[in-house]
């Protein structure tokens, strides 16, 4: 290490023993009062489907991005069937209870959406947000109906912390199968929906929105990496350690406002 470098990183250790730890590794504060919360997560539930847009996950009218109401807990907030992710603004999110129907908003409601995530909602009271859509590389990945390898650092976000739906039926439109996907995500983050495509939770908007684009991310690089040859995997313990460092959700939400922040700037009528 330089000597330039090495008192910079002694006060800096000094300071915070746990740099794994800094402040941009940890989720955001909840807001003070439940309306200021549902404001919040509607915001960036809105900013999460132009942001979806922006990468490509839009194919036809499939996918859906929901955000538990703070105070009415088995209700979530979602968006209506066919306006494009690239329009949606705050005020164009549905209410809708667990029987399926919409308390607050215009619809029409996306019968798979409330299907899985209603589902979802009621199995994990932990989740706040759950995201799938049919993008191109979870697409092409589900086929193979295998878990991801540990082959690149970003891919251990992911790291025994995906699960596996190997019983593809046609569309869901049934909280059975909702249900039964739930038990294939587990306690995790993320599930392959085989033949179908990838999925995602999180305990914030941000963390399941950026986790989506992270497992997408990942599907094609290992797509990519065979298509090449034969990859080489990160070996376990080193695979468990990096999911460690990199796999929380604080430093997910920190990824997802680069992003949103960009969004409002550029296209400030999504948050109207």
């Known amino acids: 290490m330089s000597a330039v470098l090495k008192p910079v990183l002694t006060a800096s250790l000094a300071l915070n023993p746990h740099p794994q ?9 909840p807001r003070p009062t439940v309306e200021e919360e549902r404001r919040y997560r509607k915001e960036r539930l809105a900013v999460a489907f132009r942001l979806f847009a922006q990468w490509g996950f839009d194919y036809g009218l499939a996918g859906h991005i929901t955000a538990r109401d703070p105070q009415l807990l088995d209700h979530f907030w979602v968006n209506p069937l066919g306006i494009h992710f690239s329009q949606i603004k705050v005020s164009d999110l549905l209410l809708v209870n667990a029987h399926g129907e919409i308390v607050v908003g215009e619809g029409p409601l996306n019968r798979a959406a409330f299907a899985i995530h209603a589902a979802l909602h009621e199995a994990r009271p932990d989740v706040v947000a759950a995201a799938h859509t049919h993008s191109t590389y979870g697409k092409a990945w589900s086929t193979l109906g295998r878990k991801l390898d540990p082959l690149t650092q970003d891919s251990c976000v992911f790291y025994g ?8 039926s046609g569309v869901v439109l049934e909280t059975d199968e909702g249900f039964r996907i739930g038990k294939a995500l587990g ?4 599930v392959i929906l085989k033949n179908h495509g990838i999925l995602t939770v999180g305990p914030s908007v941000e963390s399941a929105a950026w986790w989506y684009i992270a497992l997408e991310n990942a599907c094609q690089a290992q797509l990519l990496a065979e298509a090449a040859g034969k990859p080489s995997p990160i070996a376990h313990d080193v695979a468990v350690l990096t999911h460690s460092q990199i796999g929380r959700h604080g430093g997910a939400e920190h990824a997802f406002h680069s992003l949103y922040d960009i969004v409002v700037r550029q296209q400030p009528e999504v948050l109207q």
């Open 21 to 29: 730890r800094k402040d941009w590794f940890d989720p955001a504060s």
């Open 161 to 168: 912390d995906h699960g596996l739906f190997n019983d593809f």
């Open 187 to 190: 306690p995790h983050k993320a």
